[in-house]
């Protein structure tokens, strides 16, 4: 089975650091995505990426930025949290773009709270 | 553009009540569709998928749903849920294609689903 992992499960951050949350997929997935889990708002697509150093703005990429140097590893970064960053981050794979019938697999998410 | 709507946000049920939950796209060209599933203090599951071919398909744990494309429709059902069927569940649509050419779910908000025992 693919496994993605995210490194931290639960992080706390203050207001203006710069954050990151790492993740890495185990199957040579050509796609990677960021998704933030919100009560209410379901998933909302922040980046996403097709292939190494590849990526797309989703629906809302403002406050955050992304970084894929390698394959395996997809790093979403906060440049400045703010507490409306507080949410559940949750980081996908699936196989390459332009194959419709594959799922998507997640990660366990990690919740970051900005204090 | 694609939408997802699921009308149902809470939903509460007895043990071996029936299921139904609405799924809607806006989307009206070839698209996958999906259904996931979180329980509590889990990550997102995939559930059952569409992609071709028999509107009804099955699922994991005796969940089913039917494609109905003249109503742009995907809704999960089952027959009899059990307390462990609590969790949230939501609907995901591929399509349309990106400027890139890339296929992008869309979710849909999500229905979070109580059984009583």
């Known amino acids: 089975d693919v496994k993605v992992t995210q490194s931290s499960r639960y992080l706390v951050k203050r207001t203006g650091e710069k954050v990151f949350l790492e993740c890495v997929q185990d199957?040579?997935?050509?796609?990677m995505f960021w998704y933030r889990q919100d009560p209410g708002l379901g998933l909302r697509l922040i980046y996403f990426?097709?292939?190494?150093?590849?990526?797309e703005k989703g629906d809302i990429p403002e406050g955050y930025s992304v970084s894929r140097e390698k394959k395996e590893r997809f790093s979403l970064i906060l440049e400045s949290a703010s507490t409306n960053q507080t949410s559940m981050y949750l980081c996908?794979?699936?196989?390459?773009?332009?194959?419709?019938?594959?799922?998507?697999?997640f990660g366990s998410g990690t919740r970051l709270t900005v204090v | 553009a694609q939408s997802v709507s699921q009308h149902n946000h809470h939903v509460i049920l007895s043990e071996a009540a029936s299921l139904e939950l609405g799924c809607n796209y806006s989307y009206g060209g070839t698209v996958n569709l999906f259904w996931y599933v979180q329980y509590p203090g889990q990550h997102l599951q995939l559930l059952l998928k569409?992609?071709?071919?028999?509107?009804l398909v099955k699922g994991i744990k005796g969940f089913e749903a039917e494609f109905i494309k003249s109503k742009f429709s995907f809704n999960l059902r089952k027959p009899s849920v059990q307390w462990s069927d609590t969790a949230e569940y939501f609907c995901?649509?591929?399509?349309?294609?990106?400027?890139?050419?890339?296929?992008?779910?869309?979710f849909g908000r999500g229905t979070s689903l109580i059984v009583h025992p």
């Open positions: 199957m040579d997935h050509e796609n």
């Open positions: 990426s097709y292939d190494v150093k590849m990526k």
């Open positions: 569409y992609f071709s071919g028999d509107p």
């Open positions: 995901a649509v591929n399509g349309p294609p990106t400027s890139g050419g890339s296929y992008i779910p869309t």
């Open positions: 996908a794979s699936s196989p390459p773009r332009q194959s419709l019938n594959y799922g998507y697999t």
